[in-house]
């Protein structure tokens, strides 16, 4: 049988009531040989410091609600394995993002990004219910399936060099969430889309790091995604200037 | 300590209703893990820039004549341009194995009836362009046709 | 200045996208010979005299060729030292240091045609 190891694990705190900035408070846990981060974390809350807040949820990496930076890279806490880590972890609040509190990071910025790109089905007219349903073919399905598997866990947030910068970035998900309903075949709303990404959403500002794409846990490659819609927003772009009232 | 975010960062638009800690930017960047790479990619614009313009130079002293080419070759004989065009080889190389890496995930699924090719199909295009044109025109530039 | 940025960032990002695909395949052998062979003499220095490098460059295609080799990677630098300027905190800068790097790029360019079509 496996043996219990001790593991430091320093923590970022933040009460904004108490401290000026963040600072790291250490705990050691004794980690069973399958735990995640996340039992780790549980196991700080339940048994050593109650005052320690953290998000997680679904514990089976389907939620989003659980990342953080550990060892400095965005992570999932509730997939990753504490068995591949040191004696010492680093856990931090997800970069990038303002914190509320110790490892809870604002999420009002992603959700508004997420709102701004429209991401449903837009139709120029709704169908009637009488019209029965709208096919689509398992091919059309297959253009933009990938791209739908985001669960808004937010680490191509924290990975994005650009999104740390300009924050009218639009960033990996909403962009990628955007582009998976330009390019699904029930939607008609790709000119509106395309103009928020040619406009205030800045997509032309992502300069391939593609870090995005190598930490997300779903495997959804916004990268990609982003790289297809900057060639679709040109695309669009150069067909609206010979018909002034856009594609569809 | 990871270096600083722009302070508006991820930032809501109405503030919230406790004191936020300021965002920080992933503690790897600029050089550690893969954002060296990354930072490296960004920096061969300086080395591209300055190629445009160095063979900007060479067009011109063309169009001058034999004496502004001639002199304008022989400085590249000065150790300082070899250096530089040392890095800029190896700089062009890096740059072109990153772009292609990414080229064939970003060309758009379908453009009306057209779809893109399988990738290895496309890098092997891309790769093809690339060893065929360098192969003809340093031909051609060292003196070997035409 | 910020919204003539974002109406030009399509044009940008085609010339920046053209500057890395053409630029890097034009670029490699034009720096391997231009660069290194012929300087360092391991390549006969009459392969690139004045008459047979105003022979070359004299053509239609030699013009196209040289044009592309002077104009195109000017615009993949700019967008690139772009990027970094803002990766490194220089957002709020970004409307001086963008308009001056893709000014670079567009003078160069203008130039570069006017090179060589006095050739």
Known sequence: MSEVRKRRFVVARFDPDRDAEPRTQTYEVPCQPDWKVLDALNYIKDELDSTLSHRWSCRMAVCGSCGMNVDGKPTLTCKQAVEGYGDQVEIEPLSNFPVIRDLVVELEGFLEKLQHVKPWIVRAKELAVEAGPVRQSPEELELFTQFSYCINCMLCYAACPVVANEPEFLGPAAIALGHRYNIDSRDEGAHERNEIFRGEGTIFSCSYANECSEVCPKHVDPAAAINQAKFNAVIDWATSLVLPRGGR | MARPAHPHAMAASKPGRTRTAPPRMPPEFPMRGRYRAYTLFDATGLVYLLLGLLALRLAWALGDGEAAWSAAMAGFRNPLYLAFHALALVSVLFVGVRFFRLFPKAQPPKLGPLEPPPAPVILGGLYGAWIAVTLLLGAILAGGIF | ?119
């Open chain 3, 1 to 119: 200045m910020k919204h003539l940025l974002l109406r030009l960032e399509p044009v940008v990002w085609l010339l920046f996208g053209q500057g890395i695909l053409i630029g890097t395949i034009l670029l490699t052998a034009w720096v391997l010979v231009v660069g290194l062979l012929v300087p360092l003499g391991w390549v006969p220095a009459d392969a690139l005299a004045y008459q047979r490098a105003h022979r070359l460059a004299a053509n239609p295609i030699g013009r196209l060729v040289l044009l592309a080799i002077a104009a195109l990677p000017l615009w993949k630098g700019a967008h690139h030292l772009r990027a970094l300027a803002i990766d490194f905190g220089g957002a709020q800068r970004d409307t001086l240091v963008a308009p001056l790097l893709y000014g670079v790029a567009a003078v160069g360019s203008l130039l570069a045609i006017a090179a060589v079509l006095r050739i």
